[in-house]
């Protein structure tokens, strides 16, 4: 799951909710997957890499999915088809940055997120790929949500000196 929530990007509400078939082709994992954003009903593609989407194939194997059911069932939901809550992802991601040693008040679903859209543009510079993979509207809401305008204006200002 958490492997999953760094490739695709997707906020909490669209990653609790993805399917199987939203990201499994027959046995085998698909290497991009198209939903919907509950929020603002646009469609957003991500890519998984090699190593989730053993991990999203192994899951499906291991705990027996169909086609339709939830990718990820609650501890009821295995045999309900429940769902886990957005509620319960975030205290698990809050145990997950426990267990990597970094502070969970400082970081939780949202830093998650973030995480691989700002890699992304930091190694390229191109804020449009960092729109199109949050599948924002508009380019200055991605500007606000990474905090680039004040992240690029240090930079420029810390290679002058006077």
């Known amino acids: 799951m958490f492997s999953l929530a760094i490739d695709s990007s997707l906020r909490s509400s669209d990653l609790v909710a993805l399917n199987v078939s939203d990201v499994m082709m027959g046995d085998i994992a698909r290497e991009r997957a198209t939903i919907e954003q509950k929020k603002t009903k646009e469609r957003v593609t991500f890519s998984m890499s090699d190593y989730t989407r053993v991990a999203v194939r192994d899951l499906v194997r291991e705990e027996d999915k169909s086609f339709n059911d939830p990718l ?54 191109n804020l449009k790929v960092a729109q199109l993979l949050l599948g924002h509207k508009n380019i200055e809401m991605t500007a606000n949500y990474l905090g680039i305008e004040e992240e690029q204006a240090l930079g420029i200002a810390e290679q002058f000196e006077l």
């Open 72 to 125: 990820f069932a609650s501890r009821k939901g295995l045999s309900t088809g429940k769902r886990i809550t957005v509620n319960w992802y975030r205290k698990l991601v809050k145990q997950w940055i426990s267990l990597a040693r970094l502070d969970p008040v400082l970081y939780g679903s949202h830093s998650i997120r973030r995480t691989r859209v700002a890699h992304i543009y930091r190694k390229t510079g």
